[in-house]
């Protein structure tokens, strides 16, 4: 798996990917609520799981980013 690698004279930078990949999440996530109300429960269950993975890489980006890390490390040691 290939990280992009975090300067630390660009704090900022991270701040921008991390709130990125939240606004995409929650984008994401309403959209696909918004398809399934006419659908079954996998709709649902869906959305939900990209609702968990897109705030779970989003948390983890956000922990690299404060500790000076690659952004996606994986276990955040």
């Keep these: 798996m290939t990280t992009m690698p975090n300067n630390s004279r660009e704090p900022a930078l991270g701040i921008i990917v991390f709130s990125a ?13 918004h398809l399934g109300q006419g659908l079954s429960v996998a709709g649902h269950v869906i959305a939900i799981g990209v609702l968990f993975v897109g705030y779970t890489v989003e948390h983890i980006i956000a922990f690299n980013v404060g500790k000076d890390r690659p952004y996606l490390r994986w276990p955040a040691r």
């Design 21 to 33: 990949v939240e606004t995409a999440t929650v984008a994401v996530w309403a959209y696909l609520l």
